[in-house]
């Protein structure tokens, strides 16, 4: 669900999750994304862009991005 997701990534977010996440927004409904960025997904996913940033894990940065794109091309 949405929830789940959005609260995986307020809680733990590595890169596993965030592989496992970019997959699961490439195949849902509008719906199912409006409810993810509702229930702060996407505000959660930009923290971990930020922290990425800040650490310079380049690696993490790219996923972030991956999924950002994922998101906004459904």
Do not use: H, M
């Amino acid at each position: 669900s949405p929830q789940y997701w959005a609260g995986k990534l307020q809680a733990e977010p590595n890169l596993e999750l965030l592989r496992e996440l970019k997959l699961t927004l490439s195949g849902q409904s509008l719906p199912w994304l409006r409810d993810f960025i509702e229930t702060g997904g996407l505000n959660y996913l930009l923290n971990v862009l930020a922290k990425a940033e800040q650490n310079k894990d380049s690696v993490l940065l790219s996923e972030v991005v991956r999924c950002v794109i994922a998101l906004t091309n459904n």
